[in-house]
């Protein structure tokens, strides 16, 4: 069977198993074996190129607005647009599903869909930047929004989370200050995705609860290198019944098995310009090649009676809960496995609510999460119209049955007469009861009405030092470069100053680097001590793949005319077989003609995917250069020498055999850097990232220079 059949076919498993694929399949209208273009109310058109107009056959005259089928057509494309999302607009969604693994969540819910390991729960993920309009790049540094709708048979879950653990506000009533601090300044509408200016790091600076998150953002957390590399965090503090109606308080965590790993920012940079849509690709580059990305779903767990046991408040979505007093608990397991058929009906009409708990799932009085509550509904309203949750992509799988009416757009014909309870007929209707239904939690609440925020969320730099202190060298190195980039894009002097001023209630050495860079004010002495606590797993090397892995990872191969064409098939073999992608690049798109072959007459090709300057090492994860006289023309080509200084220059692995290796050795031009180019040489010398070979024997060191981890 072809692999287009068997994937045509593995489709067709997949949706018959997933209730929500099948469900998604009766709204979806498949236009490859249809002839005869229709109007919308279904009448055959015979032209859809030509106004209807008065002419003779050979001069035109006034175009008739009585053109029915013209103005239909324009008509609808006037009204193509609707509002993009007030924050988090531009986004990529996957299909997939979601298990759980075993019934360590038993003691803390009911709720089947994280009990039942028997079930296999549908779920779509929209992944997003936050600040940038829906025609943004990719690759900006931000927040990612990691928004997962869980649809079970006792409804729809929607976990809004984001790929960082903490947020910028402790009080719901803050956030439109804060994203219009972020979004572009309202008088000029600059700059486009960008926090790099005045507003906000102004507001921010000002606002020293946003301390901590400034922190993760300013890290590599802020460049990902993939969605399918990010961690997940439900932020929020959620609560979990169980059967004995006991509460405990609980985060989520989505943790990617590929690891966390970022761009760094010249990347980012320029990978804005050169492929705006990196990670909308990536994700469905490993999706289509059968590399569905996977993470585990873990939950940490807090006693109520522990509620106040801590010297955070467990409810202010500005603080993490370390891992080393709450333990993450592995729970379940989800992977994203089919790409959307159409983006607007699916990604763009997605719709979400924090809101949208299911049975055994509820609040908690977290502050943030309480005005999300009202929030999210209340934009939908004003993006998709009231009846939003019955657009196919947000329907649940389970019956929807109420007496709501009516709106705009309602899609529902109920048929009955009564639409109200209590009513005469109650047997046949529906009635509210309370088996399988969602309780609130019965709590005793207490207390003054004021506007006020607990004792303990008046503290702001603990956790943002902890999260410093955690950080390696290199990241911490990353985060003094972003906080200088930001603040030097602050025309406006007194902002630097003002936030570099905070930063030394943070740490002194990194207020003193960021000020010295950003003309900030330079402290003397700290603000306030460091208390040197650090946890392991703020730090993304705590999260490299439990099993090394090149799978789904970007590898270009370098040629020119001449090269050695067994070094270029050993190497595509042995890639293949890990699950990485090749690509060819050479001097131009086209064939490339090998250097001769033992024995053979013709020299055999093989067809670039890509010229020098139409791909650049920013888009792959590492470089093979294959042995062959053309070493000799690489080493002459500015692009070529381009590529392998500017993929050194970003840390990436870069592999050659022989006189591949002399042609790295010209390129790289440092003598601290190792290379062996002797042909005669059959060791294999690793050095700093770059790896080589002299003598090539089909099938070792092929296996050698793969075998690295392009982040190792
Ligand atoms: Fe929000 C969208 C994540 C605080 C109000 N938010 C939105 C999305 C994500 C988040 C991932 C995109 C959903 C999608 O893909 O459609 N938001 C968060 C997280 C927060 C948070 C993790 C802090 C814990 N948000 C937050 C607050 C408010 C909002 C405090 C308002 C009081 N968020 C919205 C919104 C959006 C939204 C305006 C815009 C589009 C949408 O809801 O559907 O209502």
Request: net charge negative.
């Amino acid at each position: 069977m072809s692999s287009a059949a068997q994937t045509a076919m593995d489709n067709v498993s997949r949706i018959s198993d997933n209730p929500k694929l099948r469900d998604l399949k009766n709204a979806t209208i498949d236009l490859t074996n249809e002839s005869g273009l229709t109007t919308d109310h279904g009448v055959k058109i015979p032209d859809t190129d030509n106004w209807l107009k008065v002419s003779d056959g050979q001069h035109n005259g006034p175009s008739l607005l009585e053109d029915q089928i013209a103005r239909e057509k324009i008509h609808r494309f006037d009204h193509e647009r609707i509002p993009e999302r007030v924050v988090h607009a531009r986004g990529f969604g996957a299909h997939g599903h979601f298990r759980a693994l075993n019934d360590g969540a038993s003691k803390y819910t009911f709720a089947p869909v994280l009990t039942d390991t028997s079930r296999e729960t549908p779920i779509f993920i929209r992944f997003s930047t936050v600040a940038g309009s829906r025609g943004s790049a990719d690759t900006v540094r931000d927040v990612r929004g990691f928004a997962m709708k869980f649809y079970t048979p006792e409804g729809n879950w929607d976990l809004v989370g984001n790929d960082i653990p903490v947020f910028f506000i402790q009080d719901a009533i803050k956030f439109p200050d804060i994203i219009h601090a972020v979004k572009p300044e309202p008088h000029n509408e600059i700059p486009q995705a960008q926090s790099a200016h005045n507003n906000f790091w102004d507001f921010t600076g000002l606002q020293p609860e946003s301390a901590h998150m400034v922190c993760w953002v300013m890290s590599d957390r802020g460049i990902p290198r993939s969605y399918r590399m990010m961690q997940g965090f439900g932020v929020n503090t959620y609560t979990l019944i169980n059967k004995n109606g006991e509460r405990h308080f609980v985060k989520f965590h989505m943790t990617p098995e590929l690891g966390v790993h970022s761009l760094v920012w010249d990347e980012a940079l320029k990978i804005c310009g050169e492929d705006p849509d990196f990670h909308r690709k990536d994700l469905n580059e490993a999706i289509e090649n059968g590399c569905p990305p996977k993470w585990t779903f873990g939950i940490q767990v807090i006693e109520e009676k522990d509620e106040h046991n801590f010297d955070f408040d467990i409810l202010d979505a500005t603080k993490l809960w370390p891992e080393e007093l709450v333990p993450v608990q592995p729970i379940g397991e989800f992977v994203l496995d089919r790409t959307v058929d159409e983006f607007f009906p699916e990604t763009e009409q997605v719709a979400f609510c924090t809101s949208h708990v299911v049975p055994g799932i509820g609040f908690s009085d977290d502050p943030l999460l309480q005005g999300r509550n009202f929030s999210y509904f209340d934009t939908q309203i004003s993006r998709l119209g009231i009846n939003w949750e019955q657009l196919p992509i947000n329907r649940p799988t389970c019956p929807v049955l109420n007496h709501h009416r009516d709106g705009k757009m309602n899609h529902h014909i109920n048929t009955n007469n009564l639409n109200y309870y209590p009513n005469r007929k109650d047997v046949c209707h529906p009635v509210p009861t309370s088996e399988g239904s969602y309780m609130e939690f019965k709590n005793k609440t207490e207390g003054m009405k004021q506007r006020v925020r607990g004792a303990k969320f008046q503290e702001h730099f603990n956790q943002a030092q902890l999260f410093y202190n955690s950080l390696a060298p290199h990241e911490k190195a990353h985060l003094i470069d972003a906080m200088s980039f930001e603040l030097s894009h602050c025309d406006d002097l007194d902002v630097p100053r003002t936030y570099t001023k905070l930063l030394n209630n943070i740490d002194f050495d990194l207020a003193k680097a960021v000020a010295t860079n950003v003309n900030g004010i330079i402290p003397e002495k700290p603000a306030r001590p460091n208390h040197g606590k650090k946890s392991a797993a703020l730090s993304q090397d705590h999260f490299l793949p439990k099993t090394p892995t090149i799978a789904t990872r970007r590898i270009a191969i370098l040629i020119a005319d001449d090269f050695n064409y067994t070094d270029v098939q050993a190497i595509r073999a042995s890639l293949a077989s890990a699950k990485a992608t090749t690509w060819i690049i050479g001097p131009r798109r086209g064939d490339i003609v090998a250097e001769s072959q033992l024995g053979g007459t013709v020299n055999p090709t093989i067809t670039a995917d890509h010229h020098f300057e139409g791909q650049r090492s920013t888009l792959f994860d590492a470089i093979f250069v294959p042995g062959g006289a053309h070493a000799k023309s690489l080493s002459k080509n500015g692009r070529a020498i381009h590529w392998v200084r500017e993929a050194f220059g970003h840390c990436k692995a870069i592999g050659a055999i022989g006189d591949g290796a002399a042609f790295l050795k010209h390129a790289i031009n440092l003598p601290e850097v190792e290379i062996v180019s002797d042909v005669s040489k059959p060791e294999v010398v690793v050095s700093y990232g770059v790896v080589t070979i002299g003598k090539y024997s089909a099938g070792s060191a092929a296996k050698d220079v793969i075998r690295l981890d392009p982040n190792s």
